[in-house]
């Protein structure tokens, strides 16, 4: 479990899967002042562009930048150099590219970081929690359980040097375990009691998630498509910390 002493509103990352500038803008109103961090996907970023990580700031909010970098080592830090410019607090690539991808990652990260400024927050994708055992045997062909192939992709993320992964709340206690308590753990796949699951199938609520040892949920439509956002941000967050206490 994590440490009483966390304030829950930093650690929980409204994703905002939208296309439109406008859009954003809606959802933003009735939330401003409550959430703290946010996460841009590729619908957004390739929508909006640069732009968009730059309105975020300018509104105090820290941003996800979640594009799941997967390309040859060269590419990937040339790719990171160029994200670490636009001041993102947190960005991803996918734990499958290999140990050298990673790694060329986080010098990329490194290199275009300003001095003076702390690096990004940069974490590896394991397994999609919309992939289940079935599609990962059958269709992507990687043999096991999800559960062992998620471990094994953290633990080429930590020997990559980077701060932890992407992976569904379920898996984040073998994960602790496998690589150590300080490896953050970003979890989406969070539905509080009653939502729709909708694509993803490893799912847990947020008060489960930060039971089990996540550093950070996301959560998504649960909140945006709320008929009230604020109201259901605020559940959520007393629901959490009545459990913490």
Request: glycine share 8%.
């Amino acid at each position: 479990m994590q440490p009483q002493s966390i304030d829950v509103r930093e650690r929980m990352i409204v994703a905002l899967d939208f296309s439109t500038l406008e859009e954003i803008k809606q959802c933003l109103a009735p939330l401003e002042g409550r959430i703290r961090y946010v996460k841009v996907g590729m619908e957004l970023s390739y929508a909006e562009g640069p732009a968009i990580v730059h309105y975020l700031k300018e509104r105090g909010l820290k941003v996800f930048l979640d594009l799941k970098v997967h390309d040859i080592p060269n590419t990937a830090r040339g790719a990171m150099k160029s994200l670490a410019r636009l001041g993102a607090d947190m960005v991803n690539v996918h734990a499958a590219g290999g140990v050298a991808m990673m790694e060329a990652a986080r010098e990329g990260l490194e290199q275009g970081t300003a001095a003076g400024s702390p690096r990004p927050i940069l974490i590896g994708v394991t397994m999609l929690t919309s992939t289940s055992l079935q599609t990962m045997n059958e269709q992507i062909a990687i043999p096991g359980t999800v559960e062992d192939v998620v471990v094994h992709y953290a633990k080429m993320t930590k020997q990559a040097g980077l701060d932890g992964v992407v992976a569904s709340p379920l898996e984040v206690p073998m994960i602790k375990k496998a690589v150590g308590e300080s490896f953050l753990t970003v979890t989406p796949g969070i539905r509080p009691l009653g939502s729709d699951k909708g694509d993803q199938t490893r799912i847990t609520t947020p008060e489960q998630a930060f039971q089990l040892g996540s550093d950070y949920l996301v959560i998504g439509r649960a909140i945006t498509a709320a008929k009230d956002p604020a109201a259901t941000w605020e559940n959520i967050v007393s629901a959490v910390e009545a459990d913490r206490r």
